[in-house]
């Protein structure tokens, strides 16, 4: 078992920054890959970034290349995501997620364990 906590998560206006922090316990993030997914009111939950056990892969949703950074700390039991540039469409609750296979996938149904979320608020 894994437990998730997010924190980070703010009223923020356009074009700043913002870092999510991600906190694990129960066991050793090292045997899994981690994702990042986002929830805005009355939308699907929607893949943002994943990355692999060793933090040598990740993945992004093209709607954040380039301005999302997913990293990993397993000696801290960590996961972090630095999102710059952001725009009112950002504005959802962020959740963090675990993935005891290791796929790097973009499927919510791939993970099997999810934090509380955390809610980011864009203002234009």
């Known amino acids: 078992q894994v437990q998730l906590v997010e924190s980070g998560g703010e009223l923020v206006q356009a074009g700043g920054s913002l870092r999510l922090s991600c906190a694990a316990s129960?066991?050793?993030?090292?045997?899994?890959?981690m994702g990042w997914f986002r929830q805005a009111a009355g939308k699907e939950r929607e893949f943002v970034a994943t990355i692999s056990r060793n933090g040598e892969r990740t993945s992004y949703a093209d709607s954040v290349k380039g301005r999302f950074t997913i990293a990993r700390d397993n000696a801290k039991n960590t996961v972090s995501m630095q999102m710059n540039s952001l725009k009112p469409e950002d504005t959802a609750v962020y959740y963090c997620a675990a993935d005891r296979a290791g796929s790097l996938s973009s499927s919510r149904y791939a993970y099997d364990y999810w934090g509380q979320g955390t809610q980011v608020t864009v203002s234009s």
């Open positions: 129960g066991r050793g993030i090292n045997g899994y890959s």
